[in-house]
């Protein structure tokens, strides 16, 4: 029997990512591949790439060139590029890097065997199309080996927002949700496998709409059937888009017990002026008024977001409305960014704001973000929480695992196993991290 062939996956970006690049590895280990942790003993390696942060397209391009001694060493090695830059940058990857043997979109992974195989044959294999297939359909069945306690689970894919700023609508496609059964079968495989906690994905996951035995389902709906699943012991979602938070999804936070206290809610910016040159669709104040329905239903809630600073035509006064809004709901954690432009965007024509001012901005605003963050961590102090934990800590003894609201928290001495739930009395708050005690 032949050895099997290795496979190296990087992975960058988002949490989608994350689960695309599990299912590409659980595609070519069809086709005889293991994966392994590094590139060096590799038979395929994979980039799966994102394009939403600064300069993607480059550092996709410079990574590859660290390959060129590999590729002269080992000349069957074969090198893909997969997802969101795959799909902006298509051909021109294998132009400029003509080591690229494949080159595969986000939505067209499931063809990755037939791909392989035309790659070992020598042929060079582009594939950035929206097939009218389902991917998700397309795949085998997920192997039934043992999983750690938590997983990611796409529900949803695209965007409809087209947000001045990002390429989404355009790497990603158009909002498309899988049918709910779909999602209800693999997250029962998933605990089979050992799941406890299951995160539910989408680039606008509370605008799923897939086909249910009645017609479509909402995002609650679907909560509320994953609350069904015996053994599934928590739910998550993310990321959201504040006009698709409907009722239902507002209630299920308050009164659905396995959908825990934290919400990813992005807002972006808190200037009017600044939502509608972006395309949100919403204001500041509309916003507001959103959390506190939110919090009416959940008012433990942890509330995360999303921001860019120096967007362009940002003013000073437009970037104090974003500090105010900071200051006003309290961010338990939060993802900020300077605005960096992205080819074919409808912001990148307008006047930029200057780089250095950006900077400053971004320092200001991480300051604060990073300061509530820390007043949230340290409140936890007295508190009991629930921890799922997920592996060994760096001590003997010590257990680490995620608490309802998603901090890290750590116990010493426990007894407890990785994937037990328990309750945890939290000690002491350190820099990224909480101390707890088991709760006998």
């Known amino acids: 029997m032949s050895a099997p062939k290795k496979l190296f996956i990087k992975t960058y970006g988002c949490q989608m990512n994350v689960y695309d690049s599990e299912r590409m590895a659980e595609a070519l280990g069809g086709e005889g591949y293991v994966e392994t ?33 590999l590729k002269a060493e080992k000349p069957d090695l074969k090198i893909g590029v997969a997802g969101c830059v795959a799909q902006a940058e298509g051909a ?40 009218e297939e389902d991917k998700f359909e397309q795949l085998k069945r997920r192997p039934k080996a043992k999983r750690g306690p938590t997983a990611f689970l796409t529900v949803q894919e695209g965007c ?33 496998r050992g799941v406890r906690e299951i995160t539910l994905l989408g680039q606008n996951v509370n605008a799923y709409h897939g086909a249910g035995p009645t017609g479509d389902l909402t995002l609650a709906q679907l909560i509320w059937e994953l609350d069904k699943v015996d053994g599934l012991e928590r739910i998550r979602f993310t990321t959201s888009h504040p006009n698709d938070m409907m009722d239902d999804l507002i209630e299920a936070h308050g009164t659905c017990k396995k959908l825990m206290p934290y ?63 900071v200051e006003e709901v309290k961010y338990g954690t939060a993802y900020s960014f300077k605005y960096s432009p992205r ?22 605003l991480q300051a604060l973000l990073t300061r509530q963050q820390r007043e949230i961590q340290d409140s936890m102090v007295g508190r009991e929480v629930g921890v799922l934990f997920e592996k060994p800590g760096r001590f003997a003894g010590q257990m680490l695992g995620k ?38």
């Open 37 to 69: 942790k590094t590139a060096d003993d590799a038979d395929m390696i994979l980039l799966n790439t994102c394009h939403i942060r600064e300069k993607a397209a480059e550092k996709v391009y410079s990574e590859l060139g660290r390959f060129k001694g």
């Open 92 to 131: 021109e990857i294998m132009r400029r890097q003509p080591l690229v043997d494949l080159v595969v979109g986000p939505q067209s992974y499931h063809r990755l065997p037939e791909m392989e195989t035309k790659a070992r044959k020598g042929e060079k294999v582009l594939d950035t199309d929206f097939p």
């Open 343 to 364: 080819p074919g965007t409808p912001a990148a024509e307008r006047t930029q704001v200057d780089p250095a001012e950006a900077v400053d901005r971004l320092q200001r």
């Open 160 to 192: 409809d927002k087209f947000c001045a700023f990002c390429v989404v609508p355009y790497t990603r496609g158009a909002e498309v949700s899988r049918p709910a059964d779909r999602i209800l079968t693999e997250a029962r495989d998933l605990v089979e």
């Open 263 to 325: 919400l990813h809610l992005p807002v972006q910016a808190g200037s009017d002026k600044i939502l509608k040159r972006m395309n949100r669709s919403h204001t500041a104040e509309s916003y507001l008024r959103l959390l506190e329905r939110i919090r009416a239903a959940r008012p433990d809630i942890l509330i995360s977001g999303d921001f860019i600073v120096g967007f362009p035509e940002e003013s000073e006064a437009d970037f104090q409305a974003t500090l105010d809004l």
């Open 403 to 440: 608490s309802d609201y998603l901090h890290a928290v750590h116990v010493a001495d426990c007894s407890r196993k990785i994937g037990d739930l328990a309750r945890v009395r939290i000690v002491s708050s350190g820099t990224n991290s909480l101390a707890g005690e088991l709760i006998e």
